[in-house]
């Protein structure tokens, strides 16, 4: 494999007990320090996917790879190069925001790093002195941007991000993408995300997969999706790429 | 109509939920069962109680003593049988009776006279004091017959006569004699700890079965298994976890326990017998230094085991309903299965130590193991319950390393797949 390359997936197949096909020979790969995004419709594979990027599922054939590592031969060392929010992230309800951010970090950090990355979700979280109280007086949105802080602050080499905006008003949106392209560019991390926001994909992604019932119907830049299916918009090719 | 409604709602949710309705299912059937084995067990008991013959020693030969156990044989329908030795009936009968030598000449002067009842105790069980009683019954027939037969002898009226017939009583126990009211103190002891354990397991088990659950619906539980900690350690550190906070549940528990069996005493023990109240603090004192370390060892895997059942469970549920659904019925079942154990019998005996195979039935087997002097049973149920431990640890960490504590067990419906 590539050195350029962060996730190789080739052939993927994901089988649930019952025959249920998640994923059908799906086959993509990320570049080194891109944000690649995931577009399809509701069943057709994109979680499955990337909870089998993110080590939590086995694959029933194919391979993935994360910077050359097998994710299920090698799966420590994929999640010690990885963060992965899952689309309905959430937290400890007893635990105070600040409590949860410090359990998470510290299982990647220790003494002054882990005090620095402590620092840094809480920025990014912007809770105020909410950070100090219990989860369960959070909302959806100061849940979410909780879940995404400590992800951003593990500084991994790929974020896995799943949906990563799901559930946020306009605002916090926003903040979100900023912070995730920045942390992209700053920091060199990869991004694999999926989304059902095709705004949200054009803003962020260097590059789009657009998969259907399991495979990959149509990749590329925003821009060249655009021009192939000659429409206006992501949306539009998206439509067209999955027989709309 | 809203509010029938709502109602209707709430229960046709649960009521909906194959895991209630298997829950449901298994706790008739199970108590279906129970109830016919405490039944036959309890049966036993009053029949044994009522129809046992029971084994008689005589070593007096006199006429006096001879006619007293003829009446007495005719006044219990026949069921006082005579046997050379005390060893000889106790093979045959559940109680044998002994007349020492002179208690003939004895009841015609003194008004306080001694008796022997001996019973032989093979499992931990009611069956071990209603035998007790057999005797006491017996030594009451005696006494109200020998009162007759002295005011015969003397020519008074049979008012005028004061006697108190006193039973010595003695178990055999695997060959041991033990002070039947001191073992009948500590088998209260070690029932009572035993449900004490049962409890602690069934609430362990309980809370480590909804702790994963909880930690699914919180959403919380993907982020935590892409950490870069080994599943063994998550697996582990959750089951020392649930450890830690029974731990604490145990703390409150024994202290509210202690008062319970300290405040109860064991009824009308005999003159020149052992008395002995049935505290814990008895049951520790006869344990001693070793005994009780290995009974804190099976409180300790007991916490275990039932923390990782609990865990195994919570993991494959999909949520909270589901890992109480399924949790409950099975505390409640072993729970059920130690009050049962008094009733159906816990063998005393050898074969005790295959009780550690339950792990809760360790402090039994820890007991039935210094009741018989035999340290190997304890050591054997010991080693067995460890074994068993582990392999729920075991079950649990696979469990982990699976992509089954994800998608859990589904009975009916397919997850939804994205």
Known sequence: ??????????????????????????????VVGEIYGLVGPNGSGKTTTLRIIATLLKPSGGSV????????????????????????????????????????????????????????????????????????????????LLALSVVLASRPRLFILDEP???????????????VREYARRYGVTVLLSSHNMLEVEYLCDRVGIIYRGRLVAEGAPEELKARYSVRNLEEAFVRAVGG | MVFAALVKKEIMVVLKSPAFIAGIVLLVAYFGILGKVIGVATEQVAKEAVESYI????????????????????????????????????????????????????????????????????????????????????????????????????????????????????????GRVVDVNMLSSLLFSIMMLAYMVGILGMLALMYSAQSVATEKEEKAFEMLLTLPVSRTTIAVAKVVGAVVLSVIMVVAYFAGFSFILTSVSTPTPT?????????????????????????????????????????????????????????????????????????VGVPLSASSSLLGATVYGLPLA?????????????????????????????????????????????????????
């Open chain 1, 1 to 30: 494999m590539s050195s350029g390359i962060a996730v190789d997936v080739r052939d993927l197949v994901k089988v649930y007990p019952g025959g249920v096909r998640g994923v059908d020979g799906l086959t993509f790969s990320v």
């Open chain 1, 65 to 144: 790879r994360v910077f050359g590592f097998d994710a299920v031969s090698g799966a420590m060392k994929v999640r010690e190069l990885i963060a992965y929010l899952p689309e309905e992230a959430g937290a400890y309800r007893d635990l105070t925001g600040l409590d949860f951010i410090r359990f998470f970090l510290g299982a990647r950090f220790r003494g002054g790093r882990l005090e620095e990355a402590v620092e840094e979700a809480v920025k990014i979280a912007d809770l105020g002195s909410d950070i100090k109280r219990p989860v369960r007086g959070y909302s959806k949105g100061m849940k979410r």
């Open chain 1, 165 to 179: 905006t799901s559930g946020l008003d306009v605002e916090r949106s926003l903040r979100v993408r900023n912070l």
């Open chain 2, 366 to 418: 820890i007991f039935a193991s210094y009741v018989l002097e035999n340290r190997m049973i304890a050591l054997q149920a010991t080693g067995i319950a460890t074994a068993v431990t582990l392999l729920t640890v075991l079950a649990v960490v696979r469990v982990f390393e699976s992509e089954r504590i994800l998608v859990g067990i589904s009975i009916r419906r397919r997850k939804q797949v994205k």
């Open chain 2, 55 to 174: 084994g008689v020693v005589s070593e007096d030969v006199s006429a006096v003593t001879q006619g007293l156990l003829h009446v007495a044989n005719v006044t219990l329908k026949g069921r006082l049988l005579m046997v050379p030795t005390v060893e000889d009936g106790l093979r045959k009968f559940p109680v044998v009776i002994l007349v020492p030598a002179g208690f003939g000449s004895s009841l015609l002067r003194n008004t306080t006279l001694y008796i022997y009842g001996y019973t032989a105790v093979d499992s931990i069980s009611l069956i071990q004091p209603s035998r007790s009683q057999l005797v006491y019954s017996v030594v009451k027939v005696l006494e109200e017959l020998g009162k007759a037969v002295v005011a015969t002898e003397k020519g008074i009226n049979i008012s005028e006569i004061s006697r108190t017939l006193i039973p010595r009583m003695e178990a055999r126990v695997g």
């Open chain 2, 271 to 343: 003159e020149g017998a052992q008395t002995m109240t049935g505290s814990l603090w008895d049951l520790l004192q006869f344990l001693g230094g070793d005994g009780v370390a290995l009974l804190s060892l099976s409180l300790g895997l007991m916490l275990m085991f039932s923390g990782s059942l609990g865990l195994l469970i919570g993991s494959i549920s999909s949520d909270t309903r589901v890992a109480g659904a399924v949790a409950g019925p099975i505390g409640v079942a072993l729970y059920i299965s130690l009050l049962a154990s008094q009733f």
